[in-house]
């Protein structure tokens, strides 16, 4: 149980971060280098693969409400009771965000099925979605301040998270596509980005872990938590040395897209990797009991 709890968790931030940030990087921060994208087939064909996103983030996120419900009555079985799912969504603090979560999560599969939707206005569902994502963490062990401050401190690191991975996609779907686009411009401009966005991440990311453990790093350093921890942060500095790789091969004389296309390819299973630790980290301790 505790095995699928990990899955739906990685399967479903995932879906979640890369639906704001891909539509983040189309709606906002790069429209004027994708006026031509927009308008062709690998666009559509990018907004179909985006509501599969959508469904497959609603189907995980269900996943997660029976598998935490099985998880508290003590037996995976319970997680299918309509008793147990109501108790757990009517008594419980992950209950209540979960309804809403829920809720924005249909929204947001409506509404991406539904023919003539702006990117944009997309965006602002997959804004929320994301961010209901924060208050079902580690933060949900303070109560007051304290507790809300963390929350809040989530919903920035997760808004960060979400940009970068969200851009690689888009980077991703750039290269391979023949429409018309300055993938130059495009590389040089979310790199420039790119340095705010790992301030961001680096800055909330020290705050959760001085919040949650008592010091800058938990102690014992390398086992359980503090181990699965500097694995993720070894990842985030692969994909911080692909990203500086990216900005390179964007101010060479000659763009080198098979070198590229591999480099923003690792990048991305790195962040993969690094979401897959993340998941893992939700369902550990961050102090020994």
Known sequence: MQEGL???????FGAVLLLFGSGLFRSVLFTSNLTAFVTRPDSRRLDRQLAWLTGTALLSALGWLMLTAGSMAGDWREGFAPSTLALVLGHTFFGRVWVVHLALNLLALIWVL?????????????????????PVGHGAMFDGLRGQLLIINQML?????ATWLGGLLMLAVLIKSVDPVDLRAVLLRFSGIGYGLVALIIATGLVNVRALSGGWWPDPAFSGFG???????????????????????????????????????????????????????????????
């Open 6 to 12: 990990i899955l739906c968790r990685f399967v479903h």
């Open 114 to 134: 539904r023919p003539g939707t702006s990117v944009k206005s997309r965006l602002w569902i997959n804004a929320l979605l994301l961010l209901t994502l924060a």
């Open 157 to 161: 690191h997760l808004l960060g998270v």
């Open 227 to 289: 181990a699965v921890l500097g694995i993720k942060e070894a990842l985030v500095l692969c994909m911080l040395a692909l990203a500086a790789v990216n900005r390179s091969l964007a101010r060479a004389h000659v763009l080198r897209l098979p070198v590229l296309r591999a480099s923003v390819l690792l990048e991305g299973l790195s962040g993969g990797a690094a979401l897959a630790a993340v998941s893992l980290l939700g369902t550990l301790p961050p102090m020994p009991g």
